[in-house]
């Protein structure tokens, strides 16, 4: 790839399906914004950033180089992106959203701005989607990514795409072609209908011929939003019923757990007995003292049932849990969980 630096030509201007141009030869003395591409007069040296981008060589694997000594890429930010990082800016203290993603914040919350702004929702308009900290985080989450990639210095870094530095936008944001726009809607269109769901019972999945219930408490669906379901109830695992307090099976079966239960699997180390009681006692409501062992007598997790048994309309419903109740009060080996240790 040759250096863009020795290219003395002026390239024709890019053209979009309808036929707009997207890029037209930057004046003299001026710098291309680094996030929108139109022309920028003010060379405030706050607001340049100079890139260092790579370029791909074609190959059988392709390799990926530094480029030339010298190919620099030096760009500005206009007026009206620099008011949208200022909002950036601004929301992040405000939502205090830098001890969760930390230095790049601000830079990952003016990315998903760039989303609206290519959409052109600007200024109080886009401040109106991050009203709260949660709709703040939502915005990062579901629109840097499309917002980042609609940047003009996309077009330079990390990867040389053939660009100029000697070109601009004529318009912001003319650069971006319609399926690059298309994206942006997308990513906003499924943030909108994530924002808009309704909770609702959802059942573990059934992949893979899962168990239809939490493998540990039996609990039959959580309630949670349809694009959260998965999550919720995480990847699947491989157990034999008889390290859950049931009779061995010459085959394994697969379940999946609820995120409590998840939990305690996870401080016990793997799904087996210590999970189950771990479990229970959080359900419960206690803890066991440290240096005593607590028995439990013919405790089974719901996956060491009969096979057939139906899914737990509420948590470990086929164990007598007021009865255990009774019996953990009148123990020295357990004590009630504390308030902040239910959170």
């Known amino acids: 790839m040759s250096n863009t630096n020795s290219s003395t030509h002026t390239p024709k201007p890019r053209r979009t399906l309808v036929g707009h141009e997207r890029t037209k030869a930057l004046p003299d003395g001026v710098l291309a914004c680094r996030s929108c591409g139109v022309a920028v007069k003010n060379t405030d040296p706050k607001r340049v950033l100079t890139l260092r981008p790579m370029r791909v060589l074609s190959g059988n694997p392709p390799m990926v180089m530094s480029a030339r000594p010298g190919t620099e890429i030096v760009l500005s930010l206009c007026d009206e992106c620099a008011e949208r990082r200022a909002l950036a800016e601004s929301i992040v203290a405000k939502h205090r959203l830098g001890p969760v993603y930390g230095d790049p914040a601000v830079d990952l919350l003016d990315a998903a701005l760039c989303a609206l702004d290519v959409l052109r929702l600007r200024g109080a308009k886009a401040a109106h989607f991050a009203g709260t900290r949660a709709d703040a985080r939502g915005l990062i989450e579901n629109l840097a990514h499309v917002g980042s990639a ?75 939003k349809e694009s959260e379901a998965d999550e919720a109830w995480g990847t ?66 719901w996956a060491a049932l009969k096979p057939g048994t139906p899914p737990n309309s509420t948590p470990w419903a086929h164990i007598d849990t007021e009865g255990m109740k009774a019996s953990l009060a009148r123990t020295l080996g357990a004590r009630p969980l504390r308030p902040q240790e239910l959170r």
């Open 150 to 224: 609609s940047t003009w210095a996309a077009k330079f870094a990390p990867i040389l795409t053939g660009a100029h530095q000697h070109e601009c936008a004529p318009r912001r944001w003319a650069h971006m072609t319609a399926e690059a726009e298309h994206l942006v809607f997308g990513a906003f269109h499924a943030m909108l209908r994530r924002q808009l769901e309704v909770a609702a019972p959802f059942a573990p999945p059934s992949v893979e011929g899962a168990l239809r219930g939490c493998g540990l408490c039996g609990i039959g669906t959580l309630r949670v």
């Open 236 to 301: 699947s695992h491989q157990v034999n019923p008889g390290v859950l307090g049931g009779r061995s099976r010459p085959d394994p079966i697969r379940v999946h757990l609820c995120p409590t239960c998840r939990a305690m699997t996870a401080e016990a180390g793997a799904i087996g007995m210590g999970a189950v009681e771990r479990a229970l006692l959080r359900h419960v409501g206690y803890k066991t003292v440290p240096g005593w062992r607590l028995n439990f007598r013919d405790l089974r997790a």
